[in-house]
């Protein structure tokens, strides 16, 4: 099994990542690979609407939402982290977010997630609420911890001293390779997904 954990900070090895890579780690002593994929300092913008990832089977505008496909595709699950930038996630990650979803929601889909965010001080609760909008449509079981999943610094080695945050992470990494496993018993077991209803669309305006 494997778990994607991708970092949407511009800094490569900040707060951000030694969240994750506490995550991460704890991932790997239950027997589980994983990947930390970090979207760059470039500005990822949002999704347009085009429809063109429908035809070409990627985001049609590159960067990374359409250079990460590979590894989402072979993910067992996915970890989301990013800062918390004026209040809530880091804009680059949201937008990474959104193209993501609608370009690669094939390989998305009811995969388990989790999403995690640094800050120096505050807007934690409302940048995880954020990032929870993406899970929360592709039918990603959420996984959480014994505590929202932050941790707060100014860089990863502050970042690392946060011991209830790096608890919580290590907590969450539990979780997910608790559930993981559930589900590869599952399958096992011959437990099928279920078949979604997917024909009304409806306006509030008719």
């Known amino acids: ?10 800094h490569e090895k900040g707060c951000t990542w030694a969240a994750l890579s506490e995550v991460a780690a704890e991932l790997e ?26 035809r070409a089977g990627k985001c049609v505008f590159g960067g990374p939402p359409a250079d990460v496909l590979p590894l989402v595709e072979k993910a067992d699950g996915i970890v989301f982290g ?15 977010m959104h193209r993501l979803s609608y370009s690669a929601g094939r390989y998305l889909r009811r995969k388990p997630a989790a999403v995690v965010t640094s800050a120096r001080r505050a807007g934690t609760t409302t940048a995880l609420d954020a990032m929870m909008k ?24 502050e970042a690392r001293q946060d011991a209830e945050g790096m608890q919580v992470m290590r907590n969450l990494g539990r979780n997910m390779a608790w559930l993981l496993k559930c589900i590869e018993a599952g399958k096992a077991a011959g437990i099928r997904q279920p078949e979604a209803e997917n024909a009304a669309r409806t306006n509030f305006i008719r």
Do not use: D, Q, R
């Open 29 to 54: 002593k239950a027997g589980i690979e994983t990947t930390i994929y970090h979207i760059g300092k470039a500005p990822v913008g949002g999704c347009v609407g085009c429809g063109g990832c429908a």
């Open 82 to 96: 990013a800062p918390v930038h004026y209040a809530t996630a880091a804009a680059g990650m949201l937008g990474f």
């Open 1 to 10: 099994m494997n778990v994607l954990l991708i970092n949407g900070s511009p």
């Open 134 to 157: 993406v899970p929360g449509i592709l039918e990603m079981p959420l996984v959480n911890s014994t505590y929202w999943p932050m941790v707060h610094g100014s860089n990863s080695e």
